[in-house]
């Protein structure tokens, strides 16, 4: 089974960054597509950015201008980099890989007011 680890989180004040890295245990994110996603306590997981395999991105409204995902091929790496942080920007960061049914453990994201 393919396993994809997320890593990066961390406690972070508002207005502040955080990189998030997502990598996989076949080294073929390369032409994945890959979304970035969040899940706050009691809330549903949801979609934050999106890149295809050809590059093109789209991030939910909340984070646009904020967040930018983009992808290291020779690291085998899908980043998500988090600018300007707000509070509401707490919660578990997921990265799926479309391919396959699982999920990684993901890491947590706290941003302090």
């Known amino acids: 089974q393919v396993h994809v680890a997320e890593s990066g989180g961390g406690l972070v004040q508002a207005g502040g960054s955080l990189r998030l890295s997502c990598t996989n245990s076949?080294?073929?994110?390369?032409?994945?597509?890959i979304g970035w996603y969040r899940q706050a306590p009691g809330k549903q997981r949801t979609l934050v950015a999106q890149?295809?395999?050809?590059?093109?991105?789209n991030y939910v409204d909340s984070v646009k201008g904020r967040f930018t995902i983009f992808r290291d091929n020779a690291k085998n790496t899908v980043y998500l980099q988090m600018n300007r942080l707000k509070p509401e920007d707490t919660a578990v960061y997921y990265c799926?890989?479309?391919?396959?049914?699982?999920w990684g453990q993901g890491t947590q994201v706290t941003v302090s007011s």
């Open positions: 076949e080294n073929s994110l390369s032409f994945a597509v």
């Open positions: 890149i295809s395999s050809s590059g093109d991105t």
């Open positions: 799926k890989d479309y391919r396959y049914p699982n």
